[in-house]
């Protein structure tokens, strides 16, 4: 069983449309739990950074950890077709980073 | 500021070659790193560096070797190229030694195809 299970998608929306999308753990150690996008052809870029449970908000983007079920999810409000792109968890434990398998997110104008 | 720059972009090797796969960053990160990623994959660790001079192995480091005489560069080396080393390869490096706690800042990758 993977460390981080992550819905490889595609997601399909239409603009304007809220998106979530999710992770889940079995490491009960991670404490730093982030969001990168990556844009096709590039490489990742961290998008949210959060820090044990929790939520915190940027613009659009609102970030939720759960450590209790752990569960980590990203919301997209008024979605964008500049929002296309593939999303990947990564937690820590401040020993090892581990990556989910990335979400493809297509918005669609 | 170029961030993380990795070269090439692109490489085609025939099996059994050997290449090194370039990575500069100009930020004073002490921690450095590279990835591979692969479809259904994700991106998973092949090597790391706390700092210059030290390195060691990460989840899929067979077949790789690294060194990091300076703070600023850090090479990865294919010994002898497996079409299974076919993917894309991306490097990627942290202000701080405390891996993950902070985010790191990615190059834009080298896509590698082995024949």
């Known amino acids: 069983q993977k460390e981080v299970e992550q819905d490889p998608g595609p997601l399909s929306v239409p603009e304007g449309a809220i998106v979530s999308l999710n992770c889940t753990y079995s490491?009960?150690?991670?404490?730093?739990f982030m969001w990168y996008r990556q844009y096709s052809r590039k490489g990742p870029e961290l998008l949210m950074y959060?820090?044990?449970?929790g939520n915190k908000e940027d613009g659009r983007f609102t970030a939720q950890v759960d450590k209790s079920s752990k569960y980590i999810s990203l919301f997209i409000r008024d979605s964008q077709p500049s929002d296309s792109a593939t999303y990947l968890c990564?937690?820590?434990?401040?020993?090892?980073?581990?990556f989910g398998a990335g979400t493809i997110l297509r918005v669609k104008s | 500021n170029a961030g993380v720059t990795q070269t090439p972009k692109f490489q085609v090797l025939k099996t059994g070659q050997s290449m090194t796969l370039q990575c500069a960053q100009d930020?004073?990160?002490?921690?450095m790193s590279w990835y591979r990623q692969d479809p259904g994959m994700g991106l998973r660790l092949i090597h790391y560096s706390v700092g210059a001079g030290i390195t060691d192995q990460g989840e899929v480091p067979n077949g790789y070797n690294v060194s990091r005489s300076t703070t600023e560069d850090f090479p990865l080396r294919l010994l002898s190229a497996a079409p299974s080393q076919t993917s894309v390869y991306f490097c990627a490096s942290s202000l701080s030694a405390d891996r993950g706690v902070y985010g790191y800042t990615f190059g834009s990758g080298t896509r590698l195809t082995v024949v």
């Open positions: 990564a937690m820590s434990d401040g020993n090892k980073l581990v």
């Open positions: 490491n009960s150690a991670f404490q730093y």
């Open positions: 959060t820090y044990s449970s």
């Open positions: 930020m004073n990160h002490e921690y």
